[in-house]
Each structure stands twice: as C-alpha cells, then as structure tokens.
C-alpha cells in the first residue's frame, strides 16, 4: 500500500515536470525516438493493435488532409522505381517520391538518406 502511493506521487511529480518543462520534454521525446527506431516502431504497432477504432480515424484524416497525395501514391503504385538513387546513385533501399502531386504518374527515385533530406529540406 505504501510503495503504490509512492508510485503514485512520482508519477504525479513527473506529469508537473513534463507540465513545467514542455520545451525540454519535447526534445528529449524527440530525441528518443530519433535514437530508438526499432522500439518506436514496436511501440507503434501495440498501439496500433491496441486502437484499431482511432488508427481507422488516423487515417482517414490523413486520407482526408493529403487527397492530392493519396492519389498520386495510389496512381503511382504499378510504376516501377529506377535503378539508383538519382541525387547520390546508391541502389539501395530506394524509394519513389512526387516532385508535383498534380502529375500522379511523374516519380523520381531517390534511396532513403536522400529522400528524408529532400522533405527535411537539407
């Protein structure tokens, strides 16, 4: 009994920390998940098994928010990716990316590094 209302008060002690420190806290998720990718992942999927009602919601306002890129994806889902990366030439885990959403059949091939740098605009 004793050791629960511990438990308690420290998690009590942590929500107001988080609540005072909302800047910090957000960095360090961030970092977190930056440095922890597979337990992202794994936590991601027992969520999502765990919400199947909200994850059918999540998507459907992703579906609703981006209608231009669903599209696109969907036209550009029998299109074939070309051999190398076009920025860097790397062939390896290659991916398709729309330069212009109102050309659903026009993708480009970029490998993942280069990717992620195009949408994070480095």
Known sequence: ???EKSKDKDYLSKKRWRENNREKDRESKSKWLKNNPKKR????KKW???NPEKLRKKQKRHTLKYPKAIKARNAARYIKKGECCIFCGSKERLEK???NYSKPKFIITLCANCHRKLH???
């Open 1 to 3: 009994m004793v050791e």
């Open 41 to 44: 992942k794994e936590v991601n």
């Open 120 to 122: 994070n605009g480095n």
């Open 48 to 50: 999502a098994k765990r």
């Open 97 to 99: 990316h729309h330069p």
